[in-house]
Structures are given as structure tokens and as C-alpha cells.
């Protein structure tokens, strides 16, 4: 069973920086893509960042471009984004998903996710 575990939340300041971990497990995790979505109470999910299954093709939303890198450490299996000069309108649960294809394709819906980790930025 396919298990997606996040970490690496918390508080922080705007201009901050924040590392996020998805720790993935129960699969081959070099045999797929993978993206980190966001959420706020009552709203849907927001895509953030993806990527292929050997890590190529990052891609971003333009809300978090320039400033969010997203990659994978296929030793940890993990997924991996790296947030910095945070704004107070990134704050969010954020969750990493797991797609049934190798190379990223967000209409693509995705087919595992985990329970994600909380982002707060204020001053």
C-alpha cells in the first residue's frame, strides 16, 4: 500500500524559508510523477509543483515560480520543496500526491495522496 507522509511545516515569517519532505513509501518510487498541492479551508485544492518520475520537468504554478524548487531524493524516496521569501498568501495545508504516469501531466487526476503538513506565514 502506497503511503505518502509529509512533513516539514510550521510558522514563519514573510521572507521566510521552509523545507518540505514527502517521504514516500509501499511503491517504486523512480516509476512516477509526483506534485505538491495546497489548501485552505473552505477552497479546493491548489496545484503548487510537479515533477517527473527521474526528477526532470519541474514545473510550477505561477503563483510560487521564482521563489518554490521542487525535486526528488530517490535515495530517501522523497519528495522534496524548498520554499523560500514566503508570503502571507502561501499559508496552507500542503500535501504531496503521486500520479499513475511516469512523466507529469496535471489533467491527469491523481491516485494517492498523503495528509500533508501545515504552512503558516505571518508577521
Known amino acids: 500500500e502506497v503511503q505518502l507522509q509529509a512533513s516539514g511545516g510550521g510558522s514563519v515569517q514573510p521572507g521566510g524559508s521552509l523545507r518540505l519532505s514527502c517521504v514516500v513509501s509501499?511503491?517504486?518510487?523512480?516509476?512516477?510523477?509526483f506534485s505538491w498541492y495546497r489548501q485552505v479551508p473552505g477552497k479546493g485544492p491548489e496545484w503548487v509543483s510537479g515533477?517527473?518520475?527521474?526528477?526532470?520537468?519541474?514545473r510550477y504554478s505561477d503563483a510560487v515560480k521564482g521563489r518554490f524548487t521542487i525535486s526528488k531524493d530517490f535515495a530517501k524516496s522523497t519528495v522534496i520543496l524548498q520554499m523560500t521569501a514566503l508570503k502571507p498568501e502561501d499559508t496552507a495545508r500542503y500535501f504531496c500526491?503521486?500520479?499513475?504516469?511516469?512523466?507529469?501531466?496535471?489533467?491527469?487526476?491523481?491516485?494517492?495522496w498523503g495528509k500533508g503538513t501545515q504552512v503558516t506565514v505571518s508577521s
Open positions: 515533477l517527473n518520475d527521474d526528477g526532470s520537468g519541474p
Open positions: 509501499g511503491i517504486t518510487f523512480g516509476r512516477y510523477a
Open positions: 500526491v503521486k500520479y499513475p504516469v511516469r512523466i507529469l501531466d496535471v489533467k491527469i487526476h491523481y491516485d494517492a
